[in-house]
């Protein structure tokens, strides 16, 4: 693989470690309404939006099931735990944006968070200036896996998406990035690699600083 000329990045468990985070006081929330928590759940709602997550949610745990109130006490805590602890960043991100930096590659950050949250989370961790735009899930109508956040960093950034590699964990960031024609790598989290997702992943790396290593 020849080093790509836009690197775009996930954030949530692809930068931060915030996708256990999440999980972890989600679960918390979860049982203090009686609702189960399962791992093959919340993955599935990973790279969403959040209409998208309310459907899934319904399904899973029927009509009464109120996203709202759970994200809202999940964030309320998530929140507490960063403010008291910081933000975990990824093993290998510091590198692997230095590595970008110094072959010329372009960073993006594409992810289905809102961006002003995007936006604080890389200024806390002291990493907003390695990444050229910021899309977050309110700047596009569709969230993955439909294509629109990849097609849109390629458009800010007048590249052809086929010369941008797409660095993501989740299923749904995966195959947005292959109906977007873009390369896409997975550095697995909370997903493990399947030969299910053969056909949607380039590229399979064990971790952030492996993935340099393929690069």
């Known amino acids: 693989m020849n080093i790509p000329k836009v690197a775009i990045f996930d954030m949530d468990g692809l930068i931060f470690n915030t996708e256990r985070q999440f999980f ?11 609702y189960p928590s399962r791992i093959e759940d919340f993955t599935q709602t990973l790279g ?19 996203t709202e109130q759970i994200f809202k006490e999940t964030r309320e805590l998530v929140a507490k735990d960063i403010e008291e602890n910081g933000l975990e960043i990824m093993k290998g991100i510091p590198e692997l944006l230095e590595f970008f930096k110094g072959n010329g590659t372009i960073c993006c950050v594409a992810s289905s968070t809102v961006t002003p949250m995007v936006e604080k989370y890389l200024n806390i961790a002291g990493i907003r200036d390695y990444f050229k735009h910021i899309i977050g899930g309110d700047q596009v109508k569709n969230s993955k896996p439909n294509p629109e956040i990849f097609l849109k960093a390629a458009s800010l950034l007048k590249v052809p998406i086929a010369a941008c590699m797409v660095a993501e964990d989740s299923i749904n960031g995966l195959k947005a990035a292959r109906a977007a024609g873009a390369i896409s790598c997975m550095i ?18 064990p971790s952030l600083l492996a993935c340099k290593e393929i690069l």
């Open 188 to 205: 697995p989290d909370l997903t493990p690699y399947t030969k299910k997702l053969f056909p949607f992943c380039d590229y399979v790396s």
């Open 48 to 66: 969403l939006s959040f209409d998208s997550v309310k459907e899934v949610h319904k399904k899973i745990f029927g009509e009464d099931f109120s």
């Open 24 to 34: 972890k006081f989600e679960s918390m929330v979860h049982k203090k309404y009686g």
